[in-house]
């Protein structure tokens, strides 16, 4: 695997406990990646020729103010976006080349997102807004089960409008997980919580990592929140500047802000 | 421009396809007004100038003969204005290129002076000359469905003798402005083989004796006479001249269909709107409740700028304006060309000088406030929310709706829905009204349609059931005068004939208590198979040996039941006195009429046997030959083959179909699209942010489509029944609107009518889908992610 030699030195910095065993598998490989708005008569550059690889199983922090391009990159990874020019491939398979209907099924079989502002259906409860996604997955858990990885397991029979933001976070957190995805990717999942609920949601998304061992990456713009990482990206005007591996992952009750 | 109308301005081009579809139906509504109001405006206003400018009679009367001085003695009569007295009789006609005979009514008109009364219109040629013995005008109708012209000779048979009659003009008269054959009532006339003659007084009267005599007068009242008492004084000058009662214009018959249609114009004019106007009421208050919704920021920051609360609520209100304004544009002159349509139409059963369609401001601006209030009514919830609106509150969002399980769920039924069928399922019952609204406007779409076409299935029902049900004679004849009862030999003797059976016509005045008719009592054969005692239903009675048979519609005008005495006065015997006992009632659809036993009404007229006419049966092919001959022989007055009867009520009904059908589909489509695309537009509007986020989690288009349009396809399923349902109902009232003395209107609804029904309703919900096709594919994945509803 090349994944090794794209960051030769950063992979011996990474101290014990280490947290999977390499080499590793790279899920994403970015290549000269670009992304250009035309917003009016005025052209953003939201990504400049970003090369990346992500790896199996790593739980990544991408930082960056807002307007660097870290939601336009995750937009593109998550297959609701597509570049002005350069590659993405999944797994070996070219996101770039794919159409409106492959992109929705890459969505569905390997995406989970978690979205700001969670993005419930409202109409339905806890249980029936996870199940609105496994019925449409080919292999998932069941919603309880996803329910009770994220502490609701007692809420499951509840409206959107009973909960509290935390908890309909976590409910977003278990709808994107029931499914077995492949990678699960968190847009600023604290930006509308409290300090509190904020760490509850960090607490669950940080679980999912660990146990079922899913390719995560959750932009923030608070880089305390990137202690909990494998690995910490930081973008800054549509450039990678920082690609750094924690030497061990900070414990969600270590964090605070 | 104020910076609140430019808002409304370019609010309305963003929301331009709600509003096209909310004016369509207001349209639609200002349309029904106009046309129908202008058809009958125009016919009411063409049938009074014409009454008027004509000289139409107030009184009319018949009799056997009475010397011509006695019309000063008429005139003398207190109340009475003028007096025209004429020769009238009944003629049968030999027509080029027609097999079979026609017959007509003969009127002679004064040679040598201007008619006082029923003033006769030349439209084409001249008058007939005095002193010339063959010169005929014939009514218009009769001329063009028999394509004569002036030159045309016709021979026909006036008492009993050949006569050669030459045309010299054709024209109409107030009295025959629908030109009403042998008693019939209806519409459904059949002009080919019924006309209206005029011929000079001094040339038709020596045909029928009548030399300085008459055998029907006509009368104008003076203002402010009393019609009743000039009628009575007026019977006890004419009974010792074997007079028949005089009548009013109530009872003539050609003012009586035109009353009758009239009538039925009203009740349709009524109707059609109130069903446009209550549902584009509902759609404007449906878009506007929710337009307020998106837009209470906005509101807000107005309001923080200081503007009043009433300036809101009228901004809010020119959306609803906008939309009559727009339905003003579109329906006004669609209603007027409809309404130029319908009244073509008349044209072919109504003869008047002129019958110029014309749209009377007055009608349009009716039209428009009844469309502007139907709009204002439905602002009215969303302008009053605006108004009321706390500044604070606005600026921030709405607090989230609260759900909750479906009923059903809440009864223990849970686990039988999907999510996406949940989702739908308690949207609409989060917002019970308006959910139940919606399926209101499909139902109504779906009625609307079956109520306005449905008359057509009753129309062949009635034709079907007349003409191969109860009248199953190939032909009918019927006799100059009454002719002994040996002319059933005479009738076997024609060459095809296969079976006879006679009847006879006696007309009557009926009477019971002050309330009275005038009809033909028809004695039938008992064992008679050619024509029939047949009900509404289809059902077919013998008829009783002795009393007398009524149907509904007279005995209920009469107010006698199966056991009361009627009083019957033969018209034909100088108003000789007759009581017979009614013993039963036949719910029959056309005419108010009597039947009895033959033998019995013989009996109790006291001519001995006699018969009027013959209902015949043909061999195969023999229709021809069979009329060849009853042509020639000088007792028989009309031959009517069925079939062509047939052929003529079910063309003419097949015409009057296709206008009518593609209107009335087409507003019902109009009203069910309205509703399901501003139903859609709305639920994408409440739910595309949660549609979206679905679209990211991997829903393809079809699966959020499928949710979007669920809610439409409840509303459908739910609207589609209750529709028909509806439209059965709207055909009870429409029948109940259309039922008379004269014929009963039953409802009888065919599966192809429903059939068509469901198919607009699924066509358009399709329209709809189309419509909003572009807005799903557009849904913006992205921006629903970076935003708090």
């Not at chain 1, 999944?90 to 969505?107: I, K, P, S």
């Not at chain 2, 109530?250 to 039925?264: A, I, R, W």
């Not at chain 2, 009204?433 to 406007?441: D, K, T």
């Amino acid at each position: 695997m090349t994944a090794t030699l794209a960051l030769p030195s950063v992979a011996p910095l990474r101290a014990a406990p280490p947290p999977r065993e390499a080499p590793r598998r790279a899920v994403y490989d970015v290549r000269a990646l670009s992304k250009i708005y035309r917003m009016g008569e005025v052209e953003v550059h939201a990504l400049r020729s970003v090369d990346l690889e992500l790896y199996q199983g790593d739980l990544v922090v991408l930082l960056g103010a807002s307007g660097s391009g870290k939601s336009t990159l995750l937009n593109i990874l998550g297959g609701l976006d597509t570049p002005t020019s350069g590659t993405v491939r999944f797994a070996g398979r070219d996101l770039t080349a794919a159409d409106d209907r492959a992109l929705t099924r890459f969505r569905r079989e390997s995406v989970g997102f978690v979205f700001q502002f969670y993005n419930l259906i409202p109409s339905l409860t806890a249980r029936e807004n996870v199940a609105l996604v496994t019925e449409i997955s080919r292999n998932p858990m069941q919603p309880e089960e996803a329910l009770a990885m994220v502490g609701l397991a007692d809420r499951a029979d509840h409206f959107p409008a009973q909960m509290s933001g935390g908890e309909q976070q976590r409910v977003a957190i278990a709808r994107a997980i029931a499914k077995r995805p492949e990678v699960l990717l968190c847009d600023e999942p604290t930006g509308a919580l409290d300090y509190e609920t904020g760490k509850l949601v960090l607490n669950a998304i940080a679980t999912v990592n660990r146990e079922l061992g899913t390719t995560t990456i959750v932009i923030t713009h608070n880089a305390v929140i990137a202690a909990m990482a494998d690995r910490v990206l930081r973008i800054s005007s549509g450039h990678i500047v920082e690609d750094r591996r924690n030497a061990s992952r900070a414990s969600i009750e270590e964090l605070s802000w | 421009m104020r910076a609140l109308n430019r808002k409304l301005l370019r609010d309305l081009r963003h929301l331009r396809g709600q509003m096209l579809s909310i004016g369509g139906v207001v349209a639609c509504g200002v349309a029904a007004v106009v046309a129908m109001g202008s058809t009958l405006q125009t016919i009411d206003h063409a049938r009074a100038s014409y009454y008027e400018h004509a000289r139409f009679a107030d009184v009319f009367a018949t009799l056997k003969r009475a010397p011509e001085p006695l019309a000063s003695r008429i005139a003398e009569i207190s109340g009475v204005a003028a007096v025209e007295t004429r020769v009238t009789a009944a003629v049968l006609l030999d027509v080029p290129g027609l097999a079979e005979p026609a017959t007509g009514w003969i009127v002679s008109v004064p040679t040598d002076r201007e008619q006082t009364l029923n003033r006769v219109h030349v439209r084409r040629g001249r008058w007939p000359a005095p002193g010339v013995g063959n010169e005929v005008l014939v009514g218009e109708r009769f001329a063009e469905a028999n394509a004569l012209t002036i030159g045309t000779r016709l021979s026909a048979v006036i008492n009993g003798r050949w006569q050669r009659l030459t045309i010299v003009g054709v024209a109409m008269s107030p009295e025959f402005v629908h030109e009403v054959g042998g008693g019939g009532t209806t519409m459904f006339s059949d002009s080919r083989h019924f006309g209206v003659l005029w011929m000079g007084r001094d040339a038709l009267g020596p045909l029928y004796g009548m030399d300085g005599a008459f055998n029907d007068v006509a009368l104008s009242l003076s203002p402010g006479a009393n019609e009743q008492s000039v009628i009575e004084r007026l019977d006890a000058l004419l009974v010792r001249y074997g007079g028949g009662r005089a009548y009013g214009r109530d009872d003539q018959p050609s003012n009586v269909v035109l009353t009758n249609e009239v009538k039925q114009l009203r009740a349709f004019g009524i109707v059609m709107p109130a069903v446009f106007l209550f549902v584009a009421a509902f759609l404007v208050s449906i878009v506007l409740s929710r337009l307020v919704a998106t837009q209470r920021g906005e509101i807000a920051t107005l309001k923080a700028f200081g503007y009043h609360d009433h300036d809101i609520a009228m901004h809010f209100m020119g959306y609803a304006l906008a939309a009559v304004l727009l339905g003003a544009v579109l329906g006004v002159p669609f209603g007027a060309w409809v309404g130029s349509k319908f009244t073509a139409l008349y044209v072919a059963y109504f003869s008047f000088p002129e019958l110029t369609h014309h749209t009377s401001v007055g009608l349009v601006a009716l039209s428009l406030t009844v469309a502007a209030a139907s709009a204002v009514i439905g602002a009215l919830a969303a302008a009053r929310a605006a108004a009321a609106l706390p500044p604070a509150e606005g600026m921030r969002p709405p607090s989230p709706l609260v759900y909750r399980p479906l009923l059903l769920e809440r009864l223990g039924f849970t686990g039988v829905f999907t999510p996406t069928i949940r989702m739908v399922l308690r949207s609409m019952e989060r917002r019970p009204w308006r959910a139940a609204a919606s399926i209101v406007g499909v139902a109504l779409a779906v009625g609307t349609f079956v109520g306005g076409t449905f008359a057509f299935d009753v129309a062949m029902y009635m034709g079907d059931l007349q003409f191969r049900v109860i009248e199953r004679a190939d032909l009918s004849v019927s006799f100059i005068q009454p002719l002994p009862a040996r002319a059933f030999h005479d009738m076997s003797a024609v060459p095809g004939v296969s079976r006879v059976e006679m009847y006879r016509s006696v007309p009557v005045r009926l009477s019971a208590g002050h309330r009275f008719r005038q009809i033909a009592i028809t004695g039938l054969e008992r064992e008679g198979t050619l024509r029939r005692l047949v009900d509404a239903d289809g059902r077919t009675y013998a008829i009783p040996p002795a009393g007398l048979v009524l149907t509904k519609a007279l005995a209920s005008v009469l107010r006698v039941a199966p056991g009361d005495t009627v009083r019957m006065e033969l018209l034909e015997r100088g108003g000789e006195e007759r009581r017979v006992v009614v013993t039963a009632l036949l719910d029959e659809l056309l005419g108010t009429a009597g039947y009895m036993e033959i033998g019995e009404l013989n009996r109790l007229v006291g001519e001995g046997p006699v018969v009027s006419g013959a209902y015949v049966a043909l061999e195969p092919g023999a229709e021809s030959r069979a009329l060849g001959v009853l042509r020639r022989l000088p007792s028989v007055a009309g031959a009517t083959p069925r079939r062509a009867m047939l052929e003529s009520f079910e063309e003419q009904i097949t015409s009057m179909i296709t206008l009518t059908t593609t209107v009335v589909a087409l507003l019902a489509s109009i009203m069910a699209i309205g509703v399901l695309y501003n139903g859609a537009r709305i639920a994408l509007s409440e739910r595309g942010r949660d549609l979206a986020s679905l679209r990211v989690l991997g829903f393809t288009k079809r699966e959020v489509a499928g949710m979007l349009f669920g809610e439409q396809a409840v509303v459908n399923v739910l609207g589609t029944p209750l529709g028909l349902l509806m439209g059965v109902g709207l055909a009870f009232l429409i029948a109940s609107a259309f039922d008379s003395e004269l014929y009963r209107f039953p409802v009888i609804v065919t599966p192809r009518t429903y059939l068509w029904g469901v198919v607009m309703v699924v066509v358009a919900g399709l329209g709809a889908g189309i419509a909003m096709r572009r807005r799903i594919n557009a849904l913006n994945l992205v921006e629903v992610l970076k935003t708090r509803e």
